[in-house]
């Protein structure tokens, strides 16, 4: 009985260390199945992500580059308007200034209208004197010479103050 006992428990360890031994060769290939899967798996995904990445660094490039590129065209549209604005207050400067000259001169063509019209009541004063006193002396031929010139005189000094 010892010996069919050997052999029957013989036996139940023989099929207890295949099963043992299938069960362990069965969670090896589960387990290099699972790893090779999972690797494939992340790799696919590793390169999907890193063509993502290299998408958004250009995408992040070409934006800054734009960025650059607007920042200096607003700033050079920043010292045009300067430029402009600094243009404008200078030709306004030289508008008013302009103006007060052109007021100055009306006001100093006005003096001048009034003393022109002044000498012409004088001259015109004159000449009737000179009439009188030449119809009474009989030479009105040099009175008219004497009023012509004058006339010519005070004609020439305006003409000079202008």
Do not use: P
């Amino acid at each position: 009985m010892d010996e069919t006992e050997g052999k029957q428990g013989w036996g139940i360890r023989r099929l207890w260390l295949v099963t043992g031994i299938l069960a362990v060769l069965f969670g090896v290939i589960f387990v290099t199945m699972t790893i090779y899967s999972a690797v494939t798996a992340y790799s696919e995904a590793n390169k999907d992500g890193l063509r993502a990445q290299d998408e958004c660094r250009n995408t992040t490039h070409l934006l800054q580059r734009q960025l650059t590129r607007t920042k200096d065209s607003l700033l050079q549209a920043k010292t045009q308007a300067n430029s402009c604005n600094r243009t404008v207050v200078t030709l306004q400067d030289s508008l008013e200034k302009k103006a007060s000259q052109a007021l100055e001169q009306q006001a100093r063509i006005r003096e001048l209208e009034n003393e022109v019209m002044k000498l012409n009541q004088e001259l015109e004063n004159l000449r009737i004197q000179k009439e009188t006193s030449s119809t009474m002396q009989g030479n009105s031929g040099s009175s008219v010479v004497v009023s012509s010139s004058l006339l010519l005189v005070l004609t020439m000094s305006l003409f000079l103050l202008f």
